[in-house]
């Protein structure tokens, strides 16, 4: 019995991991004002939707096994690092405004804080995903073998231009 996992299955236990660091944050964070938790909220929705997406297009490069859902898988992941800057400028926006407004320190600026403590291990566990992400697509995408056959036949009064006949190419992946 082979209990190796395969690098779907990290994959797949890793966006749970990005999906539970995020709605921790949320929690965890010490805003008081529902409106505030709202637009925290908001801000990481993207984020979030975004772990939902990968976890599609892993679906979909597994059940197709074509370069066209590699890409997109690839994409996805460029778009969560794209995600974790964009929340770090909200969120530091968000924070130095208010701050200004008030002359102090607010809760905003620990938000910040806290989430670019937090940053750090997010682009960690997305290069793991990625580096899983890779391993899958290469297996998936490996040429496993391939075929060639055709008939040829002697030039005919039908055929003046010379020999006439047909060739097929079969290749097949992963």
């Known amino acids: 019995m082979n209990t190796q996992k395969e690098p779907e299955d990290f994959i797949y236990e890793n966006i749970e991991v990005l ?11 010490e805003l008081k004002i529902e409106e505030e938790k709202d637009y925290l909220a908001q801000i990481v929705l993207p984020f979030k939707q975004a772990t939902n997406d990968l976890k599609k297009e892993t679906n979909r490069l597994l059940e197709s096994k074509n370069s066209s859902s590699a890409f997109r898988v690839t994409a996805v992941i460029g778009l969560l690092n794209s995600q974790l800057d964009s929340i770090n400028a909200q969120l530091s926006l968000k924070a130095n405004i208010i701050s200004q407004s008030k002359g102090v320190t607010t809760v905003w600026n620990k938000v910040s804080a806290s989430w670019n403590t937090l940053v750090g291990r997010l ?5 793991t995903i990625s580096s899983y992400l890779w391993q899958l697509i290469s297996r998936l995408l490996t040429l496993r073998e391939w075929s060639i056959s055709g008939t040829v036949s002697t030039p005919s009064i039908t055929s003046l231009f010379g020999p006439s006949g047909s060739a097929t190419i079969q290749i097949t992946f992963g």
Not at 19 to 29: G, P, V, W
Not at 123 to 127: A, D, T, V
């Open 19 to 29: 999906r539970e660091e995020i709605t921790y944050f949320i929690k965890s964070s």
């Open 123 to 127: 682009k960690s566990i997305i290069q």
